[in-house]
């Protein structure tokens, strides 16, 4: 298995208050991302990273921020958060461009109530 | 905008049948790949199709690049309960720098 961790796994938080999902590899893999897996849409990406402190968005990335400080560690945040941000998160990594293999984490339960 | 169209959306089938999963687009990929995903965890990549017209066959699982390099197919021999879960088809996006996936189609395969 891919040396990826997320934190939390699972968490239940209230409309309107801050998230902060924590994404972790031992990898040293140089891209990292951030998809979200809902019914219906499958995984939509988010953000992404392709270096420290590079990031860019994806197709869904409005109400989400995130920041890479370091190779390892790359965080999602959800500033305010809505019901609409109810899902569950991956966290992905690859060791090159697009077209190299993604492995993704175990996935970040989130319900917004 | 990139969009890949998966079909079925739903399978459900008897052990021993044989499967084909659909995977559409109206945009050139350089490559498409291939996951499979079960409850509660993560997708996990099966292959990669680079060339055009190209066929590659994992055990049971015949996965064919279309000549075009729009579409991709997905055929399952025999199928066993093992193969339940999840498969998405997913492509780079056209900066390269990510992947772009399907919606995916449900497989269950009951005994």
């Known amino acids: 298995d891919a040396g990826i961790t997320q934190s939390p796994r699972h968490k239940v938080t209230e409309t309107g208050t801050p998230v902060t999902l924590r994404c972790h590899q031992t990898e040293n893999h140089r891209y990292m991302y951030w998809y979200r897996q809902d019914p219906g849409h499958g995984l939509r990406l988010i953000h992404y990273s392709y270096g420290v402190k590079d990031t860019d968005k994806g197709e869904v990335s409005d109400g989400y921020s995130v920041s890479r400080s370091k190779t390892e560690d790359f965080l999602l945040t959800l500033e305010s958060a809505t019901s609409s941000q109810t899902s569950v998160y991956f966290c992905?990594?690859?060791?090159?461009?697009?077209?190299?293999?993604?492995?993704f984490g175990e996935g970040s339960w989130l319900t917004v109530v | 905008t990139q969009l890949l169209e998966q079909s079925p959306q739903f399978l459900s089938i008897q052990e021993g049948e044989n499967l084909t999963v659909y995977c559409n687009s109206s945009?050139?990929?350089?490559?498409l790949q291939w996951y499979r995903q079960e409850p509660g965890e993560g997708p996990v990549l099966l292959v990669t199709?680079?060339?055009?017209?190209e066929v590659k066959k994992l055990k049971r699982l015949t996965f064919q690049f279309g000549d075009a390099r729009k579409d991709s197919s997905l055929h399952i021999t025999a199928a066993q309960p093992g193969d339940t879960g999840l498969y998405l088809c997913a492509g780079s996006n056209q900066a390269g720098t990510a992947l772009i996936f399907g919606k995916g189609t449900t497989l269950s395969v009951s005994s």
């Open positions: 199709v680079v060339t055009g017209g």
């Open positions: 992905a990594i690859s060791g090159g461009r697009s077209g190299n293999t993604i492995y």
């Open positions: 945009s050139v990929f350089s490559s």
